[in-house]
């Protein structure tokens, strides 16, 4: 699976903190995702607090 970081970023760093293995903060003050494995509760739970709407979970 696959979370991705869109546009709408603000960059307030709430996913980095929620799920650190899957999200970073940029160079560019923005929050990039990743790729990952197994259970996907805390990328949810990153997505689901994002204020902006800004993150997708895909399967690949």
Request: with cysteine; hydrophobic share 35%; charged share 20%.
């Amino acid at each position: 699976m696959k979370a991705t970081v869109n546009a709408n970023c603000i960059g307030c760093g709430l996913c980095a903190a929620t799920c650190p293995g899957v999200f970073a903060m940029g160079d560019d003050g923005l929050a990039h995702g990743s790729e990952f494995d197994g259970d996907p509760g805390m990328v949810q739970e990153a997505r689901d607090g994002c204020p902006v709407d800004a993150i997708s979970i895909e399967e690949e």
